[in-house]
């Protein structure tokens, strides 16, 4: 199916006048990271491509029996080009590991390019680094205890900034979502499965990060190997859910991230807060170290801790291993993790293969 789509795509785009200036050497069908269809110069384009994990997964908790399962967690397609004009582009993002799901759904207007991009649609709140970097480029199995607690997540609203992932020295982002998160109370949230929905009710994200050298800041691995001096970037956000129902669903999430990457060794982390209506609800960090040896290899560490008010600290201990095949487009990834809290130990094995096309 999807191939008869690219080829239509192609036929399609080859009847478009192209433009004067068209570079001609410029193929319309070629492969780089993904099946790309129309130049640049044409009136559109897109990049296919796609990703699939393979994980099996063992724990057990310190009183219990040890229970395994091997699983699929991530099974992406996606497609991005432009429509039209070069400065409207689009992505979209299908995940399939749950049934069917659209997890990006966006166009982004190049208003000022490289200075103001107006994006619309489903996409990632701009928060934290450690969740805007694709759990693709991730040098650990999957993210850490922080991410759940902390509201990593993606909505549907409308967000300004300046090319948020790129390296330029300064960047912002502002956006105004429509919230569909449960806006539970901190220390329940490993508690409730299935919350009640609630009305309609706006969060605004904001996000400010400055970058020191060419890094690569949203790749838990540093593949060139930077400085010296070394390369730096940090960043600040919050989350800031209003409460306009009276119900007592206003609550703020900040976080301070910041990665260094420096001859192949990459140190990443963040520190969050969590507050609500009834004051401060807790904190919680986690802190990574990446390395890259001979090219293939990529030893990991990773110390995370959440600790909510009124409730037990839970702190998660990992160590892994990566082989790159051919970096994250091919890689086997084997981690062990101790996780303490809520009066247990659990301690965890896993081993993932990653495939991306």
Request: charged share 25%; no cysteine; hydrophobic share 40%.
């Amino acid at each position: 199916m999807i191939a008869r789509i690219a080829v239509l795509f192609a036929v399609t785009l080859a009847t478009v006048p192209a433009s004067a200036d068209e570079d001609s050497s410029e193929p319309l069908v070629a492969y780089d990271d993904g099946l790309r269809i129309g130049r640049s110069s044409d009136i559109a384009s897109a990049k296919l491509s796609g990703r699939v994990q393979a994980r099996y997964e063992g724990e057990r908790e310190a009183r219990g029996e040890t229970e395994s399962e091997v699983r699929l967690p991530r099974i992406r397609a996606a497609a991005r080009g432009h429509l039209l004009t070069r400065r409207l582009s689009y992505h979209v993002q299908l995940a399939f590991e749950k049934g069917f799901e659209i997890k990006d759904a966006n166009l982004e207007v190049a208003v000022i390019e490289d200075q103001l991009l107006i994006r619309a649609g489903k996409f990632k709140r701009p928060t934290y680094r450690d969740f805007l970097t694709s759990s693709g480029k991730l040098a650990l199995v999957d993210r850490g205890i922080t991410h759940s607690a902390f509201d990593g997540d993606r909505d549907i609203g409308v967000m300004a900034h300046n090319d948020l992932t790129s390296s330029k020295r300064l960047t912002w982002a502002v956006a105004v979502f429509r919230d569909t998160s449960d806006r539970i109370a901190f220390a329940d949230r490993g508690t409730i499965q299935e919350p009640d929905p609630l009305p309609f009710e706006p969060s605004v994200a904001v996000r400010l990060g400055v970058n020191g050298g060419p890094i690569k800041g949203f790749d838990d691995i540093d593949w060139k190997g930077a400085g010296p001096p070394p390369a730096w970037s940090t960043a600040i956000s919050a989350l800031q859910s209003i409460d306009t129902e009276g119900d007592g669903g206003n609550r703020l999430r900040a976080a301070f991230d910041y990665s260094v990457q420096h001859g192949h060794v990459s140190l990443t982390g963040d520190v969050h807060l969590a507050a609500s209506e009834a004051g401060y609800d807790g904190w919680g960090f986690h802190q990574q170290l990446a390395a890259l040896l001979f090219g293939t290899l990529g030893p990991v560490a990773r110390v995370a801790v959440v600790d909510p008010t009124g409730d037990d600290v839970t702190t998660e201990l990992t160590g892994g291993l990566n082989w790159f095949l051919r970096e994250h487009k091919l890689k086997l990834t084997g981690d062990v993790s101790m996780i303490r809290g809520d009066g247990d130990d659990l301690r965890r094995a896993r081993v993932q293969v990653q495939v991306v096309f």
